[in-house]
């Protein structure tokens, strides 16, 4: 017989020795009462059935009561064996989030010993990905239609662990509306196979966004842009044949600033699509050009210095590079009021890795999660992460913009 049905019987037997006392003393005073109150002499031998009837009558309905007693504690046992045991963390929560029991589990994930928890949203991180900041209005907790859901939780030491959680609810006695987060760890392989996958989606998606503008620079560079030349050597051929036809030279002249016009937006437009130059000269080149195309368009000061060797980088690299500093430029010349804008690229090799930093000298801004998750940035992050690289961002209100990025050469 192991401890704890010893504890078990001992608890019966010391129920059954009560309630008999009980029992008995209760049914002494039901006779007595009885007799008094009907004013009934009798003898003492004679109170000895009436005594037993009620005894019995009374031991019935304490059985009863034991009995129903027996069944819910049972219930109740059961419950906490399967929550105990479970091996998913249970954390119950009131309407205002805050824990009032976890099981050993949950204890034992969040690293807590001795230490008390009172609120959930000490020990959620929120979601992972492009939502780094917690909005209240997403809040998973909010909302369950969003079951389940994937986040980080936050230990005792302050470390993050991926984790999957599911949610209930139950009605509290007070009738409020009660939480039951059910949160099951998700290895790290099967975070790590989630972002290959990401990346890899992601790059074929890039991949083949630079394929088409490949095939659509090409077309207007080829076919277009050769068409409206050869529109501009007949404009040529005609004014040279007309003598003193000033309506016609007029016409023809302006003409041939329309085409010429025309011809340069399409070298431009072909250029930002993607630059021939990329493939052929590489990254420094390239970017050379684009600075000093962008910064006359824009009427920006923009320095640019390279450290490094002549050695082309790995054709994703520097398209990745190209497009990141490209999409910079773009958001400096809109937001930041910027008058001067510093570009630096460093290859090194001893670390094997290439840094690109752009810094503004604009007007800042204040990084929120809706900023953060807009268009530009989100695009600039995935291009450095897909490629093993690191993406950084800080802004002061008043002192500027500073992006870098870090990427490893392989």
């Given at each position: 017989?192991?401890?704890?049905?010893?504890?078990?019987?001992?608890?019966?037997?010391?129920f059954l020795?009560?309630?008999?006392?009980?029992?008995?003393?209760?049914?002494?005073?039901?006779?007595?009462?009885?007799?008094?109150?009907?004013?009934?002499?009798?003898?003492?031998?004679?109170?000895?059935?009436?005594?037993?009837?009620?005894?019995?009558?009374?031991?019935?309905?304490?059985?009863?009561?034991?009995?129903?007693?027996?069944?819910?504690?049972?219930?109740?046992e059961?419950?906490?064996?399967?929550?105990?045991?479970?091996?998913?963390?249970?954390?119950?929560?009131?309407?205002?989030?805050?824990?009032?029991?976890?099981?050993?589990?949950?204890?034992?994930?969040?690293?807590?010993?001795?230490?008390?928890?009172?609120?959930?949203?000490?020990?959620?991180?929120?979601?992972?990905?492009?939502?780094?900041?917690?909005?209240?209005?997403?809040?998973?907790?909010?909302n369950?239609?969003?079951?389940?859901?994937?986040?980080?939780?936050?230990?005792?030491?302050?470390?993050?662990?991926?984790?999957?959680?599911?949610?209930?609810?139950?009605?509290?006695?007070d009738?409020?509306?009660?939480?039951?987060?059910?949160?099951?760890?998700?290895?790290?392989?099967?975070?790590?196979?989630?972002?290959?996958?990401?990346?890899?989606?992601?790059?074929?998606?890039?991949?083949?966004?630079?394929k088409?503008?490949?095939?659509?620079?090409?077309?207007?560079?080829?076919?277009?842009?050769?068409?409206?030349?050869?529109?501009?050597?007949?404009?040529?051929?005609?004014?040279?044949?007309?003598?003193?036809?000033?309506?016609?030279?007029?016409?023809?002249?302006?003409?041939?600033?329309?085409?010429?016009?025309?011809?340069?937006?399409?070298?431009?437009?072909?250029?930002?699509?993607?630059?021939?130059?990329?493939?052929?000269?590489?990254?420094?080149?390239?970017?050379?050009?684009?600075?000093?195309?962008?910064?006359?368009?824009?009427?920006?000061?923009?320095?640019?210095?390279?450290?490094?060797?002549?050695?082309?980088?790995?054709?994703?690299?520097?398209?990745?590079?190209?497009?990141?500093?490209?999409e910079?430029?773009?958001?400096?010349?809109?937001?930041?009021?910027?008058?001067?804008?510093?570009?630096?690229?460093?290859?090194?090799?001893?670390?094997?890795?290439?840094?690109?930093t752009?810094?503004?000298?604009?007007?800042?801004?204040?990084?929120?999660?809706?900023?953060?998750?807009?268009?530009?940035?989100?695009?600039?992050?995935?291009?450095?992460?897909?490629?093993?690289?690191?993406?950084?961002?800080?802004?002061?209100?008043?002192?500027?913009?500073?992006?870098?990025?870090?990427?490893?050469?392989?």
């Open positions: 017989m192991n401890s704890r049905s010893r504890v078990h019987n001992r608890n019966l037997y010391l020795l009560k309630n008999g006392f009980i029992s008995i003393s209760v049914s002494l005073i039901i006779v007595q009462t009885l007799i008094s109150l009907l004013q009934i002499h009798i003898h003492y031998l004679e109170k000895i059935p009436l005594f037993f009837f009620v005894l019995i009558i009374i031991t019935i309905f304490f059985m009863i009561i034991f009995i129903q007693e027996r069944k819910i504690r049972s219930k109740q059961q419950l906490l064996a399967v929550i105990e045991n479970s091996t998913q963390s249970l954390f119950i929560l009131d309407k205002d989030k805050n824990i009032i029991s976890l099981n050993d589990s949950g204890r034992e994930l969040l690293d807590l010993q001795n230490h008390k928890v009172v609120n959930f949203c000490e020990v959620c991180s929120t979601y992972p990905g492009a939502d780094k900041i917690c909005d209240v209005s997403n809040c998973f907790l909010m369950d239609k969003e079951n389940p859901v994937e986040l980080y939780i936050k230990n005792h030491h302050k470390e993050l662990i991926p984790v999957q959680a599911t949610i209930s609810f139950y009605t509290t006695p009738k409020q509306k009660g939480t039951v987060v059910g949160i099951q760890k998700v290895s790290e392989k099967r975070k790590e196979e989630h972002k290959e996958i990401e990346k890899m989606i992601t790059h074929s998606i890039f991949q083949a966004q630079e088409e503008r490949k095939l659509i620079s090409r077309e207007l560079h080829d076919g277009i842009g050769q068409s409206l030349f050869g529109m501009l050597l007949h404009t040529d051929f005609i004014k040279s044949i007309s003598e003193d036809k000033k309506g016609i030279d007029t016409h023809l002249e302006k003409l041939q600033q329309m085409i010429s016009q025309t011809i340069e937006d399409i070298r431009y437009l072909s250029a930002a699509l993607r630059p021939s130059t990329l493939d052929n000269h590489g990254l420094i080149v390239t970017l050379k050009n684009h600075i000093r195309d962008f910064g006359q368009r824009f009427g920006i000061q923009i320095n640019f210095t390279y450290k490094g060797s002549n050695e082309r980088l790995p054709s994703a690299i520097e398209t990745a590079l190209y497009r990141i500093a490209q910079a430029l773009i958001n400096a010349a809109k937001y930041s009021s910027a008058e001067r804008i510093d570009v630096s690229i460093s290859v090194d090799k001893d670390q094997n890795k290439v840094s690109l752009i810094t503004d000298f604009g007007k800042g801004v204040e990084l929120t999660s809706t900023n953060r998750r807009g268009v530009g940035i989100y695009s600039m992050e995935e291009r450095a992460s897909i490629l093993g690289g690191d993406f950084f961002i800080n802004s002061k209100i008043g002192k500027g913009t500073q992006i870098q990025v870090n990427i490893p050469i392989v």
